[in-house]
């Protein structure tokens, strides 16, 4: 199995009780997403990082996790300089063209961050001449994350979702018939917020949300105007809808409405839909 570094943004900022609640939902959700498709993996936890063992076939999941801003596949080792030297090598043998270290630190070491990344970049360079040093703009980056008495040391980051766990704010009821409705829906789930779903029986799009959600939950389906006259289960807290300024209607409800995409343009919604495909497609 290979290891995998999580880094996620937005829960750090929270309170140390709010952050651990939210870690321990995301951890949840990495769990559930792997369970849905039958796919093993095991989680490891520190102050501010989230480490997966998973196969490689199977990171593309972590890209559909919300609350995980980006992860990176790496090699751990322990903290001594020498044993960072021994291991990077292996990732800058397979390097050509210009590169650069760039080492970050938690704890107390006998060594500061720029000598750690200048001692690996002598190495790495002793074992693969080639290559040429490059600290403002080079075709390769390695990282060395040195954590007390562990280092990880990683070439690659991949991107996730970001925003904040699956289920850590509140629930809303989303009807899914066309494009904005599942970006509207989407950008709520990012939000944290659990999505209940009545969807038109001829969308597609309700497949798109099923890769989001491990268990996404579907209230039923039929047209718009049978949505807004549903007898919403009373955990719901509002409606999410796909208007944009140019299709608003006005529409009286109970609960309220959220339309994320009042002040989206075209371009704005494409570009969006682009970002989630890709990440699906990792």
Do not use: C
């Given at each position: 199995m290979q290891q995998y570094l999580l880094r996620y943004g937005e829960i750090?900022?929270?309170?140390?009780?709010?952050?651990?609640?939210?870690v321990d939902i995301l951890i949840q959700n990495i769990e559930r997403t792997f369970l849905k498709y039958k796919k093993e993996v095991f989680i490891e936890r520190e102050r501010g990082r989230?480490?997966?063992?998973?196969?490689?076939?199977?990171?593309?999941?972590?890209?559909?996790?919300?609350?995980?801003?980006?992860?990176?596949?790496?090699?751990?080792?322990?903290?001594?300089?020498?044993?960072?030297?021994?291991?990077?090598?292996?990732?800058?043998?397979?390097?050509s063209g210009t590169f650069a270290v760039r080492a970050r630190r938690v704890g107390q070491h006998d060594y500061t961050s720029p000598e750690a990344a200048g001692?690996?970049?002598?190495?790495?360079?002793?074992?693969?001449?080639?290559?040429?040093v490059d600290?403002?703009?080079?075709?390769?980056?390695?990282?060395?994350?040195i954590r007390n008495e562990k280092a990880y040391i990683f070439g690659e980051i991949f991107d996730g979702p970001g925003g904040l766990p699956?289920?850590?704010?509140?629930?809303?009821?989303?009807?899914?018939?066309?494009?904005?409705?599942f970006l509207a829906t989407w950008l709520?789930?990012?939000?944290?917020?659990?999505?209940?779903?009545?969807?038109?029986?001829?969308?597609?799009?309700?497949?798109?949300?099923?890769?989001?959600?491990?268990?996404?939950?579907?209230?039923?389906?039929?047209?718009?105007?049978?949505?807004?006259?549903?007898?919403?289960?009373?955990?719901?807290?509002?409606?999410?809808l796909g208007d944009t300024l140019e299709s608003i209607q006005q529409i009286k409800h109970n609960l309220p409405i959220f339309r994320?995409?009042?002040?989206?343009?075209e371009k704005r919604i494409n570009k969006n839909i682009e970002i989630i495909e890709s990440l699906v497609e990792k």
């Open positions: 750090g900022t929270k309170s140390e009780k709010i952050r651990r609640n939210f989230i480490f997966v063992f998973t196969e490689n076939e199977n990171v593309h999941l972590l890209s559909r996790i919300f609350g995980i801003v980006s992860y990176s596949p790496v090699i751990e080792t322990s903290s001594d300089i020498s044993s960072m030297k021994d291991k990077a090598k292996i990732i800058g043998s397979n390097l001692e690996v970049g002598s190495a790495i360079l002793s074992e693969n001449p080639k290559l040429k600290l403002d703009d080079p075709q390769n980056e390695i990282y060395l994350e699956l289920s850590s704010q509140g629930k809303i009821a989303s009807y899914l018939g066309e494009r904005n409705d709520m789930m990012k939000r944290g917020a659990r999505a209940y779903i009545f969807h038109d029986p001829e969308t597609h799009w309700i497949d798109e949300l099923d890769n989001w959600d491990p268990n996404l939950k579907i209230l039923g389906e039929g047209e718009k105007n049978e949505f807004l006259n549903l007898d919403l289960p009373d955990e719901i807290q509002g409606i999410v994320p995409l009042i002040a989206f343009t």
